[in-house]
């Protein structure tokens, strides 16, 4: 088959490989239809994440139909389902409390020391993201295994397009569970850094959680207006001082939620996130954090401060003395992707999300290669981008209101 | 400008800098180890207690005679203790090729060693409480002395058991054998360990965990897990 393989920082190519293989009972076999680019691959793409290794099959957003089931699994061949990028067992400690992501039988023996040396215990596993996370092949291909398919693909009724629910293997759940992780009360004022597609998820969920007014923070002009058109305040941070913007929009309280939609890659020309600039290129860091320092001195006392980015390891100049004197609540972790995915596709079939707007691109797998340059260099232009195995090499449809942004 | 890095910054005349630099260095050593000093002297003054640690984690890992590791699984003390046979063994062991039952609670294993070799062991069950715990002592002619012991205990809340396994052992070519085992990951702590977890992922999942899938890495198989 056809596959998307990292080679190295900013290295992705498009190469033959063998088949996947029922190898357990409970595994199935997927023909995938739809396969998105997550900014999360990017941290990938810039070597952000230790544990790679050259020829490891990446993507973890994606969908597609069965094609074979091994004895345990209750899919069925022909079904079309979406996969949770976190795999879980269902059955461990964790899973029954709902903490799937934290899953203790789905990073296997194999891989788990590492991750238990660098994070104190095994991470849970998860598709095409490295080896700390178990060293599965990811879903950027023609097929994946999917293990434990008894437990985390949702079946998808036949009326419902791939684009409406692909985002259900991550970035919605990711959004949603951002916006739970930030308790939101009834009029709340919630700031989010990041207007990616996660950024995006974000603020529909805050709003449906009750937030009064959410307040979006970027600096690409397009995400910024598409924030605006989900419902939020956007700030430019180019334009002001996003601290004092916030201050002055709260009676200089400060919003009572914030959550950072970025992740270890910030962007911005400050002196901090020069320097970690500067370290990460030595390997001396593995965060640029400017947007979470950001966000917990902007954040109102006694607030809450919510993590859906992806962080790596450890970070410099992390303000825990202002964590600790305004009394901030923090909550995080990689999302629990199953305990949400019942809901969330109720949801979308009753209209509350907007799923599609986000995307800019549909292209052929064969075209991935230059897809993660556009997606790594044009974050204006490129705001989320599809996958699709079936198309020719070069058919790369553009939405014609993003062509000319 | 001082150029500090050119080969002949330090020739005839110390730099004043570098030589300040060097005054600081041995300052904090010095400070340190006065610290270090009294640390230590701290320590054995002090009155020790009786510790609540699990016996196996007392000590520096390094000084250590013996291995222990628990892991929490999600099913009755019962069920564990009623799989943990030897029958079973191959289904979670991965380096054991097989186990022959030479009666009386004696069995011949036969494991894989480093570099493809094969080492054999004769253990005899020296105690086997019902539900609770198996100890073992290897025999004379095992071709590598060991003891241990496994120990189930119920958690706390209804999570299930604690699953303990104790393990010591005389590494064969000494320290050197056994660092070298571990650099090929079949050094017993190393498989004891992954096969504790291999028994806890069949006993919640019915089924040990693998990766096995495809990557461009020609060396490897799509059915055979990687590290």
Request: net charge negative; hydrophobic share 40%; glycine share 10%.
């Amino acid at each position: 088959m056809r596959a998307v393989t990292w080679q190295g920082r900013h290295k992705i190519s498009v190469e033959t490989v063998p088949d996947p293989e029922i190898v357990n009972p409970r595994d199935a076999i997927l023909q995938i239809t739809s396969t998105a680019i997550c900014g999360s691959d990017l941290h990938l793409y810039d070597g952000y994440i230790p544990g790679m290794r050259v020829g490891d099959i990446v993507g973890h957003e994606f969908m597609g139909e069965v094609v074979e089931v091994g004895s345990g699994s209750t899919l069925k061949k022909g079904q079309r389902v979406v996969v949770p990028f976190t795999i879980s067992c269902g059955s461990c400690f964790f899973c029954e409390k709902q903490q799937f992501s934290a899953c203790d039988n789905s990073n296997p023996s194999e891989t788990r020391d590492a991750s238990e040396l660098l994070m104190g215990h095994a991470m849970g596993g998860a598709f095409g993201y490295a080896h700390l996370t178990g060293g599965y092949a990811g879903g950027q291909a023609d097929y994946v295994r999917v293990p434990y398919s008894d437990v985390g693909p949702v079946i998808i009724p036949d009326d419902l397009p791939d684009d409406d629910v692909l985002f259900l293997s991550d970035i919605l759940p990711t959004g949603w569970h951002a916006a739970v992780n930030a308790d939101i009360e009834p009029g709340d004022t919630v700031a989010v850094w990041g207007c990616g597609p996660v950024g995006l998820f974000t603020i529909q969920s805050a709003l449906l959680l009750g937030a009064g007014r959410v307040i979006a923070i970027d600096h690409f002009p397009a995400r910024l207006r598409l924030a605006k058109q989900l419902g939020a305040e956007i700030l430019d941070y180019k334009q002001v001082d996003v601290r004092e913007a916030l201050n002055e929009m709260t009676g200089g309280i400060g919003p009572d939620a914030c959550i950072d939609c970025v992740g270890m890659e910030s962007h911005g020309f400050t002196p901090d996130n020069i320097l970690d600039q500067v370290k990460a290129q030595y390997y001396s860091v593995t965060e640029r954090p400017h947007a979470l320092r950001q966000a917990i001195l902007a954040c109102r006392k006694g607030g809450r401060v919510s993590i859906p980015g992806v962080y790596g390891g450890f970070a410099d100049k992390f303000p825990l003395g202002q964590l600790m004197e305004k009394g901030l609540t923090v909550k995080s972790g990689q999302t629990p992707v199953q305990k949400y995915s019942g809901d969330l596709l109720k949801m979308i079939q009753d209209g509350k999300f907007d799923t599609t707007s986000l995307v800019s691109h549909h292209a052929p797998l064969e075209d991935a290669a230059e897809m993660y340059r556009h997606w790594h260099g044009e974050q204006n232009e490129y705001t989320k981008i599809i996958l699709k195995p079936g198309l020719e090499k070069g058919a790369i449809e553009a939405k014609k209101e993003m062509a000319h942004v | 400008m001082r150029d500090f890095f050119s080969p002949s910054a330090g020739r005839g005349t110390p730099d004043p800098l570098a030589l300040a630099a060097v005054g600081a260095g041995l300052a904090f050593a010095g400070i340190g180890y006065a610290f270090w000093r009294r640390m230590r002297n701290a320590e054995t003054d002090r009155d020790d207690i009786a510790t609540d640690a699990p016996h196996w984690t007392l000590d520096k890992p390094s000084a250590r005679a013996l291995f222990g590791k628990s892991v929490l699984v999600n099913r009755p003390r019962t069920d564990l203790f009623a799989a943990w046979k030897v029958e079973r063994f191959p289904e979670f062991m991965e380096n054991v090729v097989a186990v022959e039952p030479l009666g009386g609670g004696t069995a011949r294993w036969t494991i894989k060693g480093p570099m493809g070799r094969e080492v054999h062991l004769v253990n005899s069950i020296t105690e086997s409480i019902e539900n609770e715990t198996i100890s073992w002592q290897s025999e004379p002619e095992s071709e590598i002395a060991n003891s241990g012991e496994v120990r189930f205990a119920d958690a706390p809340a209804g999570r299930g058991t604690y699953v303990t396994l104790i393990l010591a052992y005389d590494p064969p070519a000494g320290k050197l054998g056994r660092l070298g085992a571990k650099l090929l990951q079949r050094e017993p702590e190393v498989q004891a360990r992954r096969d504790l977890h291999r028994f806890k992922q069949l006993m919640e999942t019915g089924e040990v965990t693998s990766n096995a899938s495809p990557s461009a890495r020609k060396s490897e198989s799509p059915v055979e897990p990687h590290i």
